[in-house]
């Protein structure tokens, strides 16, 4: 009998051990993600995550509720997370979600995803190969603020605003590159990058504040950064911003994969590429292509032109050809 009731008891502990825990009327945990539910909606929010994996899979629904935003700090100072994987579901990412999370490496910003919050990934200095999706509408201040790591970073264009220090301090950042569809970038919305060599500006935007981009600070002043150019069309606000501030400027069309600017992006663009990229390997090593083609050829944006760009446009132009209607600037450089 006793045998009996205690094989009861474990089977019962093992039931409950099986069942999401409710901390209160509106808080379950599973897997120790803490999840905010909303029985109205059908949907919830992770409020809170309290493990210590270094790889963190968020799935699109938890139970009979879709999971739609990551909550304000819910990440917050975690010293082991390395790999976070978000659900098709997320649309909002709040403020301070992912905020210190110093050894985090990459994320993934799925095309549901419509704001992130202020200092959301602030101090994140492993985050790398930041790659933003395309449907994204809202980038508050300090968003990225001090993601050293990052080399290049694409604005969406739906981002009609990029807001103060919203790409401060990204000191290993080689190339900015705004999508049509910018509007405005305020005052040191993106100061402070040492390495920065190229910042994409596109006819869409009509004001660019004093300090904006091609600065850093020395406290009390502000200097230029040492290789920056500016790259757009002229007459538009990019000129007057390089003109005002003393920043080379190169004319540019925004053909990007289209590096024999006939209005394509195809396989003879990339036999373009693989020529240039044979010359350049050569002993004289003399390269045909002026530094804008090298931005249009470049769409991986390592500041190399080879192979890997002939690939990536032949990649295009495959997909473009079976129905693909992402333009080019969305295909190469945006999720």
């Not at 790591?149 to 950042?173: F, N, Q, R, W």
């Not at 981009?213 to 002229?234: A, H, M, Q, T, W």
């Not at 390089?242 to 590096?259: H, L, R, S, T």
């Amino acid at each position: 009998m006793n045998k009996k009731i205690t094989a009861i008891f474990t089977a019962i502990g093992v039931l409950f051990c099986s069942v999401p825990v409710r901390a209160n009327a509106d808080l379950m945990t599973e897997n120790d993600v803490v999840y905010d539910v909303d029985d109205e909606s059908g949907t919830c929010s992770v409020t809170k995550y309290n493990g210590n994996a270094s790889k963190v899979e968020i799935p699109a629904a938890f139970g009979k509720y879709k999971v739609v935003s990551i909550d304000r700090e819910a990440f917050r100072d975690n010293p082991d997370i390395e790999y976070v994987t978000l659900p098709s579901t997320i649309s909002k990412i709040g403020e301070s979600a992912f905020s210190e999370c110093k050894k985090l490496k990459s994320i993934n910003f799925p095309s549901s995803l419509e704001s992130i919050g202020g200092y959301a990934f602030n101090t994140n200095h492993s985050l790398d190969g930041i790659k933003l999706n395309s449907g994204l509408k809202e980038i508050k201040r300090d968003t990225f603020q001090l993601c050293i790591s990052a080399k290049t970073i694409t604005i969406p264009p739906l981002v009609e605003t990029i807001c103060d220090h919203a790409l401060h301090g990204m000191h290993s950042l080689e190339t900015l590159r705004f999508c049509e569809g910018v509007k405005k970038i305020e005052k040191t919305a993106a100061l402070n990058s040492y390495k920065i060599s190229r910042i994409i500006i596109p006819p869409s935007v009509e004001e660019i504040q004093e300090y904006a981009v091609g600065y850093r600070y020395y406290s009390p002043d502000y200097n230029l950064c040492s290789d920056v150019e500016i790259y757009g069309k002229k007459g538009t606000e990019a000129e007057r911003y390089a003109k005002d501030n003393g920043i080379p400027f190169n004319e540019f069309d925004f053909g990007y994969g289209d590096v024999n600017s006939d209005g394509k992006v195809d396989s003879v663009d990339a036999s373009a590429v693989l020529t240039e990229y044979s010359r350049r390997s050569t002993k004289d090593g003399k390269s045909k292509f002026s530094k804008t083609d090298d931005v249009k050829a470049d769409v991986n944006d390592d500041l190399i032109v080879d192979a890997v760009d002939a690939s990536l446009i032949l990649s295009y132009y495959s997909h473009a050809s079976s129905g693909d209607m992402r333009t080019p600037e969305e295909y190469f450089f945006l999720a």
